[in-house]
């Protein structure tokens, strides 16, 4: 069964930057794409972003498109989310899941789409951006 391991969180100043890791371990079809999630306090998870394992392709949230970028390593079985401009409104725990639907094989991706009852997800990592 896979498994999802998050790292990278942290606390950063508005304008900085992290790069957050979800390491996959196990097997999972290649023809999954995997997701970032982010959940801020009171309100409910979101779609962050969302890449294809097979061609690379990606999606974005428009609150996080120019300042997130979404990226694999296929030799260390990770997937990337560098995250610049950090903002307060970017609090939240970052997670990292797949087989989620609106990031799901054969279909086009749907980020407002993110219900953590469905699918695989990791244990989550938490990015604080505060002065």
């Known amino acids: 069964q896979v498994q999802l391991v998050e790292s990278g969180g942290g606390l950063v100043k508005p304008g900085g930057s992290l790069k957050l890791s979800c390491e996959v371990r196990?097997?999972?079809?290649?023809?999954?794409?995997v997701g970032w999630y982010r959940q801020a306090p009171g309100k409910e998870r979101e779609g962050v972003a969302c890449?294809?394992?097979?061609?690379?392709?990606?999606d974005y949230a428009d609150s996080v498109t120019g300042r997130f970028t979404i990226s694999i390593d296929y030799a260390k079985h990770t997937i990337y989310l560098q995250m610049d401009s950090l903002k307060p409104e970017d609090t939240a725990i970052y997670y990292c899941?797949?087989?989620?639907?609106?990031?799901?094989?054969?279909?086009?991706?749907?980020?407002?789409?993110?219900?953590?009852?469905?699918?695989?997800w990791g244990q989550g990592t938490q990015v604080t951006v505060s002065s």
């Open positions: 899941a797949v087989d989620v639907p609106g990031c799901a094989p054969y279909t086009d991706y749907d980020l407002s789409l993110a219900d953590p009852a469905l699918g695989t």
């Open positions: 196990g097997y999972i079809s290649d023809k999954y794409p």
């Open positions: 890449i294809s394992i097979m061609s690379g392709n990606a």
